[in-house]
């Protein structure tokens, strides 16, 4: 009797402390479960805040590109039906976006820092990127700047811009230091005069008698000329092949291959003889980097031409004779530019101004290596 009493209690303290176990095991199990839903929750939601960081980081550097959004200036927005609105300070979802023009350690490339919030969830995300924009439309260039000495000869003839110093102040040629045309018999005029073959008759400036046309010397002339037209550091140069704004089969060695049929931005990595390059629908941006960019000949050629200097050698030079006519604009950031002998021009052009303004120009890309999840104080 004794004895069962005893399996009786065994039993049941057996089945007391087997019971316990599983319910412990239970309760791990389902604060486990618990753990891993709030986790996944919690992931979900850091991945929607990447996400929707991510979208107002290409929403800014668009409004960027647009000029719809301005230095040190933020934009905040909200989501609504799946889509990026302004924020009115009572929705749950909020994206915040700053554009700072000169960042801290990342010399003038704009920098571009988004961070979204979430009222419900309370999950953050941050993001931040420097983009580039080429060509970054500072506006029409002139048809000839120069950083340096301006040597014209010869009967050249130059058919202003006729915004080139603002709204309704046309400017022939554009420089940094002095412009010598005591030597010339070329004019200046009126892009529409140019194009009549009437800048004889209506010149802006002429041997002997240099118009406001010329703003020789001018103390607002760029510093750097590359990030003034292309956004793009000169200490930076080679950003302009490795962001994909040159494409790879577009970098060349002279300008051989280039004709009539030929439209993008290149560059050629020494000495270029351009002999009817592009044409007015279909224009180029071409740079000649630290090599002579000679243009002469009887030929005519669009877009706009950038006689580079990235080295101290002080190799680059920019030459023009001939009769060949340049419609839309020639750039040198260094010095060695000479207009020669012959009957050249140079004019502004509406119709290649507005082509490389469109699509495939300009080039919206991110700087390689700038994008990070992190603040930097």
Not at 166 to 193: F, H, L, Q, R, Y
């Amino acid at each position: 009797m004794r004895q069962g009493r005893a399996n009786g209690f065994i039993t049941l303290t057996v089945s007391l402390v087997v019971s316990l176990v599983l319910a412990g095991i239970s309760l791990y199990a389902a604060k486990v479960l618990l753990l891993e839903k709030r986790i996944s929750a919690n992931e979900q939601n850091y991945a929607l805040a990447m996400a929707l960081a991510e979208s107002g980081l290409d929403a800014a550097a668009v409004l960027w590109s647009y000029d719809a959004l301005d230095c040190d200036e933020t934009k905040s927005w909200t989501i609504a039906d799946g889509a990026l609105v302004d924020h009115t300070g009572v929705e749950t979802q909020r994206i915040d976006a700053k554009l700072s023009c000169t960042p801290p350690n990342s010399d003038t490339i704009p920098l571009i820092e988004v961070s979204y919030l979430d009222g419900g969830s309370k999950a953050k995300a941050f993001v931040a990127a420097s983009f580039l924009l080429s060509p970054h439309g500072e506006g029409d260039p002139p048809p000839l700047s120069a950083a340096g000495f301006v040597d014209v000869q010869g009967a050249f003839r130059v058919g202003a811009n006729p915004n080139g110093g603002g709204e309704g102040v046309p400017v022939s040629i554009w420089s940094g230091n002095d412009i010598d045309m005591s030597n010339a018999n070329g004019k200046t005029c009126g892009a529409e005069e140019f194009a009549r073959d009437r800048c004889a008759s209506n010149p802006y400036s002429e041997k002997g008698n240099e118009g406001d046309d010329l703003a020789q010397s001018d103390p607002g002339f760029p510093e750097d000329l590359l990030l003034y037209f292309m956004g793009v550091p000169i200490e930076q140069w080679e950003l302009l092949k490795t962001t994909g704004i040159i494409p790879s089969d577009h970098i060349l060695a002279d300008c051989s291959t280039l004709d009539a049929g030929s439209s993008g931005v290149f560059m050629v990595e020494g000495d270029c003889d351009v002999n009817g390059i592009g044409t007015a629908a279909a224009p180029v941006v071409l740079f000649v980097r630290d090599g002579n960019l000679k243009i002469n000949g009887n030929d005519e050629s669009y877009g706009f031409f950038f006689s580079l200097e990235t080295s101290e050698s002080g190799v680059a030079q920019l030459q023009a004779n001939g009769t060949a006519t340049v419609y839309g604009a020639l750039m040198a950031n260094h010095n060695n530019v000479k207009i020669s002998s012959g009957n050249f021009g140079v004019t502004w052009d509406a119709e290649v101004s507005e082509a490389i303004a469109s699509p495939p120009f300009p080039v919206l890309t991110m700087v390689p290596g700038s994008w990070r999840d992190f603040r930097v104080e």
